[in-house]
């Protein structure tokens, strides 16, 4: 099944290895706004033509570049919601919540029924809009946040 999404303003489509530049560029962007407030944040756009070509990988276009994108890595009874980002000049469209339903469905699609994600202490804003979409803290590790969101393919938050 295919998951292009087409709204107004954007469009997801699953990204390719040419998209690996400008997703990166994306994903530096997104982080750039909590980097003087965050420490210890990650190498987030690190690796990112290795994840297009081994995970599930989206991107979400507005007239042709890259405004955001998702990163999934599907485990044996889970899949980790490995990246999320939205470039900031995009934020406040929707596009995330959109991403983020569209890690739901196809979570459901492979047939497993839970999401994963890490997030950062630094970054509560995060902890607060996930929870508000359903997601569960499971732990804490240093400076990451464990979450999860159990689905129900009957009666899915989205």
Not at 82 to 94: D, I, K, Q, R, T
Not at 117 to 145: C, F, M, S
């Amino acid at each position: 099944m295919s998951h292009d999404v087409q709204m107004s303003k954007w469009q997801i489509r699953p990204a390719n290895v040419r998209d690996a530049h400008a997703l990166s560029e994306c994903i530096e962007a997104a982080y750039s706004v909590y980097a003087s407030r965050v420490t210890g944040l990650p190498a987030v756009s690190e690796g990112i033509s290795g994840d297009i070509k081994n995970h599930r990988v989206w991107v979400a276009e507005i007239d042709q570049n890259i405004v955001g994108g998702i990163i999934l890595i599907p485990h044996d009874d889970f899949v980790l919601l490995a990246n999320v980002a939205v470039h900031p000049e995009s934020s406040g469209l929707g596009l995330g919540r959109a991403l983020i339903d569209l890690a739901e469905a196809e979570c459901l699609e492979l047939g497993l029924g839970e999401v994963h994600l890490n997030t950062h202490v630094d970054i509560p804003e995060n902890v607060r809009l996930y929870t508000h979409l359903g997601w569960q803290e499971t732990g804490r590790a240093g400076n990451k946040i464990h979450m999860r969101k159990v689905l129900d393919a009957n009666n899915r938050c989205g």
